[in-house]
């Protein structure tokens, strides 16, 4: 399986994204995904995960700000991202979670201006 986020760019603070991640394959034997991120000079973190069920948790960081979803008969992961911070600039990759590093992919950069 291949993944391909996309949907980045930059906007301001307060504004809207929404991302998605695109498999080549079906993701439906992948229980779990979930979107992560990696900021300047930071580790990648792990920011929401979503079951094959729908049921979906998030980082402190992220709740009530960021949905994820899935949509596994078209084979991708969405993540809206409402009311950003300058601290959400990072590039974000989906992944099966716990990640597997066959499945990192390009990402895609999100920057967030004040």
């Known amino acids: 399986v291949q993944l391909q986020a996309s949907g980045g760019g930059l906007v301001h603070a307060g504004g809207s994204l929404r991302l998605s991640c695109a498999a080549s394959?079906?993701?439906?034997?992948?229980?779990?995904m979930g979107w992560y991120r990696q900021a300047p000079g930071k580790q990648r973190e792990l920011v929401a995960g979503?079951?094959?069920?729908?049921?979906?948790h998030y980082t402190d960081s992220a709740k009530g700000r960021f949905t994820i979803s899935r949509d596994n008969a078209e084979n991708t992961v969405y993540l809206q991202m409402n009311n950003l911070k300058l601290e959400d600039t990072a590039v974000y990759y989906c992944?099966?979670?716990?990640?597997?590093?066959?499945?990192w992919g390009q990402g895609t950069q999100v920057t967030v201006s004040s």
């Open positions: 992944n099966a979670v716990p990640y597997r590093t066959t499945l």
């Open positions: 394959e079906s993701i439906f034997n992948i229980a779990v």
């Open positions: 979503i079951t094959n069920g729908g049921s979906a």
